[in-house]
């Protein structure tokens, strides 16, 4: 599975972006896509997850509420629709296929895309 994300930028607090993660489906040995964040000097974090199977979806405590994951399986495309943004959301972004359906194991992962939430 091949995979890249898309839509990052600067914006300020309060204000909202989409990302987009476009894969492509080389083989069927994952089960969910997932969206994973990392700061400098934190640890990753995984953000939200959509199964494969059921589109269940999860979300990390710190983001519930105000985040959104979807998929398009029309486009091959997961979407993650970010509300409210706060400072502390400002890292890079990726997305992930994983083989386990809650997003633990990564599979194969795209290049990040950088969200600066500042005023």
């Known amino acids: 599975v091949q995979l890249q994300a898309s839509g990052g930028g600067l914006v300020q607090p309060g204000a909202s972006l989409r990302l987009s993660c476009v894969y492509s489906?080389?083989?069927?040995?994952?089960?969910?896509i997932g969206w994973f964040r990392q700061a400098p000097g934190l640890e990753r974090e995984r953000v939200s997850c959509?199964?494969?199977?059921?589109?269940?979806?999860r979300y990390a405590d710190s983001v519930k509420g105000r985040f959104t994951i979807s998929r398009d399986a029309a486009k091959n495309t997961v979407y993650l629709q970010m509300n409210g943004l706060k400072s502390e959301d400002t890292a890079v972004y990726f997305c992930?296929?994983?083989?386990?359906?809650?997003?633990?194991?990564?599979?194969?992962r795209g290049q990040g895309t950088l969200v600066t939430v500042s005023s």
């Open positions: 992930a296929a994983t083989i386990d359906s809650q997003c633990r194991v990564l599979r194969a």
């Open positions: 959509i199964s494969k199977g059921d589109d269940k979806t």
């Open positions: 489906e080389i083989s069927m040995d994952y089960n969910a």
